[in-house]
Each structure stands twice: as C-alpha cells, then as structure tokens.
C-alpha cells in the first residue's frame, strides 16, 4: 500500500490562506494563536477521531508568529513548526516554503559511489552557515568527495550545538540560515554533482525546549534511552509519534530534495510492532524515490552487530540501503594509538584488523571482553552497505579534550591512516578536516539556557571520562571558546605537511574512482591475508581484468611482506619522497615470491600486470 503521511504544521497556501493541523489527542480543546499588531487572535480547532486538530485561517501570511493554546490555558510553539525566529522558547512563525529547484537532471547516487563528508555546519567555515559550506563545495569537488554529511540541522537551543539536542525536528537551525538556506545548499550540492545526506535523530529530543510532552504522548516509560525518554513507537497512541517522525523524513527527502538520511542510534527505537518503524521508513523511502524519480537513502547508525536493518525483506530484515561501522575504527584506532580503554578493551590486536576488512563486524559471536557477552553474527552484505571511517563527530568528539588522530599520530601514521580507509571496499566517510590534517579539536558543546541542566551535563561529562580513566577536567561545553577554537583553520595553502596530506587523500579518492580493481563491493573480489604474528595487513582487491596488491604496515618498525603469487608494479608509497616520507624501501616492481620491506607505519599498493 502507499505510504501516506497526515501533514501536521500549518502550511500557507498563497492569498492569506492557511491549513493547520496538530495531534494533541488527549486534550478536550485547541485553539490556535497568531499574533498580530501586538494582539493574539484565537481560532478554534476540530478535532478527528485519532486525536488530529484541524483549522483553516484567512488573511494570514508568511511572517506572521503563531502558538497553539491547549485546554484553554498555556500556549506553546507548533510541534512541526518549520521556522523559530526567535529561538526555542520562542513562538513558531509562518513561512512560504515555495523554492525553485535547478536541479531537475539530478538523479542521486547509489551506495558504491559514495565517498562522504561529515561536517558540522558551524564550525566548518567561519561564516558557520549553509552559505559558508556553499562555498566550499568548489575545495569539496577538487577533493573527490561525491556526498557530504550534515550533522543534525533541527532547531536546537541557543546558537551553538553538534545537533542532537534538538528541541524542534523541522524547523532548520535559523542561525544556519534556516529552511530556505538548506534548500539552497542542497541545490548548489546537486548542481556540482554532490549528494547530501542529513543526520537525523528520532530515538529523543533535545533536554530544552521540546514541546511534545505538552500536546501527547510522543514518549513512553516502557524504554529508557541514555539521553531521556524514548520515544513511543509501540506502546498506546504510537502512531502519533510514528506518523511525526516518518512526516519529518519525508520533509527532507522530498521537499528538501536530501538524498539520504542517516539516522541516529537506530538500536534505541525501540518497536515491538508488527511492523517496525524501520520498515514503515524504508515504503516512505521507496514512494519518495518512485515520486521523484531519484534514489533516497536510508542509513542506519546502530551499534548492534546486526545486519537486520539493510537486510532486504526476503530476510527478515527492513532494507535499508547501509550502516555505520564503528568496530573498523575501533580496531585502526586502538592498534595505532595503544588505547584500550573504556569500549577499546575489546580491541588492540591486528587480528581485529584483520577481521574488520575480511569480516566486517570484529564481533561476529566471539566473546567481547567490554560487553561481557557474546556480541554480534556472521554478516554476508556487500561491502558498499557499509560506512567506515578513521574519523567521525562521535570519536573525536567524545574525546575529552575533542583530540583529533593529529594530535595522536605522526604524518606517516596519518597517511596510512588515509590508504587504509579509501582502499577498502567498504563506504568511506571522511571527518571535515581530515583530509589536510586539522588540528583544531572538536569538541562537544552545546548552549543551554537552564542552570540545573548546565550542571547535570558537566557532571554527567566527568562521568564518561572516568569511564575511560582519563583525568581532569574537560573544556567548559557552554563556553564560546570552546565552540569557536573548534572552527577548521583551513591551514592546507600555508602548512607543507597538511598540503601533502591533502594532495594524498586527492590522489587515494581519484585511485578508489577510477581503478578497476577498486570498483567491485562484493566480498568474492577481495582476499585478506592472514596477519600471523606481524603488523602488516595485506589484502587484494580484484576485478575481471586487473588487481590490486595493498600491504599496510600498522607497526613502528620495519616490516616485510612476501607475495606468494602477485606480480605488479607500484603505485603508491606512503614513504616516498612525493609524500614527504623517508624514503622508499620497496621496489617499483613485484615478483612472485618475492619479500618487500616496508617503512614503519607505511603503505604500499602494487597493480597486478
């Protein structure tokens, strides 16, 4: 069956007219409220039988400030409001959502031809607008990047916040350029050839200004999250909150013409329905891409090792076309760095290494030490369901000084960092910065209004890093310094080194696009070697004609690799001279048989001849 949605919000229809629609369905009156010449005029409102108000205004036109008055009593902001001028505790406002669209030809891309970018919108240029990412998508281009990530753009309290504490989920941030200037970005995006994907969060809301407990049962006390209560997908009255969120998706995937969605900690939307959640997104999804003629993807970030998600249905599973990967990083990242701290006690040998580019999941029903369970199942996916990443908002963010793998790792450490990730056959995702390798932090910060909750969330930041055993204090979340020393200091035109490492990223995304060897995402094209008792991971990627030899050492001393039966010639060294490096061991040319010697923290690829 289709998927329809009820259109809650007020929309303007041209000529002062207005349709207006709100749940609130345990409330005996609605009224809504604009405001006009200093005055509030009240409109009463119908109410349907699943608990819907409905009314329709004359001589009302975009600018105009609104509230809904409930029972006759307090007055809040619309629940789906697309504008708050004036911050969260604000009223919602009125808005011409009409935009002309330049991108008809556009027709989005398919999971293999992702490489993404995630980026914070106000800390990526100084502007800290979607005006100032538009001017980047030129740098972006240039870098081979085919789609950015945006972190969550919903209207969150103050001006400064990674976006997971959004208090309004349609409204777009107003001091990022609200509505309309996301439509723009997504329009300029699409005319360069860039796809963008929205994080989205539908598993809570924001600790300030959230108004959906006022009108309805959007949340349940049968679950808990880490971050409030869960929303209600299963329990009485669920549809409410399914028909809101699903509604949310479709304002960006259709309206808003976003290509994809990632959505935040799928694990914690809890629905024991006979049809979850999941599936209801993946049919709005599916109609939005049939409607428009363009792919729409659904990305899940889930810390399950469970490949339920993107499944087809034949499965069991809900479709979706991918999910983040977090055990690849924790691998790189805890071999590399020698933590094995807090979650990272799962991790530190280079056989999860290895594990994660043959295997996927590191834990696919092994024992892990962190959880004190058994944890995940074998996974048979292509590869391009699945994103990894050396870097991401998450784990460099929940640092607790927002250090990046600059501030750990040396410049060879970093390049090798680079191979590992783009030559890979899974989706990589890069952290704005990365590619030049950005030393500014980034940290976690946030701007809320209410004392009590400024101390529960300093307090509740000391918890987590002594979690991971890491001493003092943390930067002051709610301090403008901390916010503005996260800002990119787009230093790459002025630092040698960070040009150098630019122009490697460039050259590793032009190889991942245009070698053959690279192009294929199923598991049959590519061997891992075993590791034995060595920091060396090699692995071979294969296409029908062609191939491609890749060994990386992950140690800090010389190591040597023997191919049994791969003859090429080399095509890439991390340590050579071009790359700033200390010289190349290895030789231009590959026999079969034959050991090559590589620089510590080092990477090498050879074309098969």
């Known amino acids: 069956m289709a998927y329809q949605y009820l259109p809650v919000g007020v929309f303007h229809n041209g000529n002062g007219h207005c349709t207006c629609r709100v749940w609130a369905p345990l409330k005996k009156k609605v009224e809504i409220v604009v405001h006009r010449d200093d005055e509030r005029h009240y409109t009463a409102m119908q109410k349907d039988e699943r608990g819907y108000w409905s009314a329709t205004l004359e001589n009302v036109f975009p600018g105009t400030k609104y509230r809904f008055r409930l029972d006759g009593n307090d007055e809040y902001a619309d629940p789906a409001s697309v504008c708050q001028p004036d911050g969260i505790h604000g009223p919602s406002e009125i808005t011409d959502r009409h935009y002309t669209w330049t991108d008809e030809e556009w027709k989005g891309l398919q999971m293999d031809e992702l490489i993404i970018y995630e980026l914070h919108t106000g800390t990526f240029t100084p ?43 349609f409204a777009v941030q107003h001091s990022y350029g609200g509505m309309n200037g996301l439509k723009e970005l997504v329009n300029e995006a699409h005319r360069k050839g860039i796809a963008v994907i929205l994080d989205v969060v539908y598993n809570h809301t924001g600790p300030e200004g959230s108004v959906l407990n006022q009108y309805g049962p959007y ?218 390798g950005e030393k500014n932090p980034f940290c976690f910060f946030c701007d809320h209004s209410l004392p009590e909750l400024k101390e529960q969330i300093q307090r509740s930041r000391k918890e987590e890093f002594s979690y991971f055993g890491w001493e003092s204090d943390p930067p002051d979340p709610f301090a403008d310094a901390t916010f503005t020393g996260c800002r990119l200091s787009w ?70 690799f023997r191919s049994a039966g791969f003859t090429g010639k080399k095509i890439l060294d991390t340590a050579a001279a071009e790359w700033n490096g200390p010289g190349e061991h290895a030789p231009s040319e590959l026999r079969a048989g034959e050991s090559v010697f590589l620089h510590p923290l080092s990477a090498l690829a050879f074309e098969k001849n």
């Open 127 to 169: 502007e800290g607008t979607f005006e100032g990412v538009i001017g980047k998508l030129d740098y972006l281009k240039e870098l081979g990047i085919t789609a950015i990530e945006l972190m969550p753009v919903g209207q969150f309290p103050g001006t400064r916040n990674w976006g997971y504490d959004v208090a309004f989920p």
């Open 219 to 436: 949340f349940t006390g049968k679950y808990k999250t880490p971050w409030g209560p869960a929303g209600n997908f299963d329990d009485s009255w669920s549809f409410g909150m399914r028909q809101y969120c699903l509604q949310n998706a479709a304002l960006w995937l259709d309206e808003c013409h976003i290509d994809g969605l990632r959505v935040d900690a799928v694990h914690a939307i809890f629905d024991t329905s006979a049809k979850h959640f999941a599936q209801e997104m993946k049919e709005m999804a599916t109609e939005t891409e049939k409607k428009t003629g363009r792919k729409k993807l659904l990305i899940a970030e889930i810390d399950l090792n469970n490949p339920v998600y993107i499944n087809p249905a034949e499965l069991g599973g809900y479709g979706w076309d991918g999910q983040w990967i977090d055990e690849f990083h924790h691998a790189i990242h805890s071999v590399l760095t020698k933590e094995t701290n807090g979650y990272y006690s799962d991790f530190g040998d280079m056989q999860h290494i290895e594990r994660g580019f043959r295997d996927t999941y590191v834990y696919s029903g092994q024992y892990s030490t962190h959880r004190k369970k058994e944890f995940g199942v074998p996974v048979h996916n292509p590869c391009s369901q699945f994103v990894v990443f050396a870097q991401n908002h998450d784990q460099v963010g929940n640092r607790m000084l927002g250090e990046r793998l600059t501030a750990q790792l040396s410049a060879e450490a970093l390049k090798l960092v680079a191979a590992a990730v783009l030559l890979s056959p899974y989706v990589p995702l890069l952290f704005m910065g990365e590619e030049y």
């Open 491 to 560: 230093n790459a035109g002025s630092d040698q080194q960070a040009a150098t490492l630019l122009r490697l990223y460039q050259y590793l995304i032009r190889l991942r696009k245009t070698h053959p060897a690279l192009q294929p995402r199923d598991r049959a094209s590519m061997t891992v070697y075993p590791v034995q008792d060595t920091s060396v991971l090699a692995f071979e990627r294969r296409s029908d004609p062609g191939g491609l030899l890749v060994v990386l050492n992950f140690g800090n001393d010389q190591q040597s």
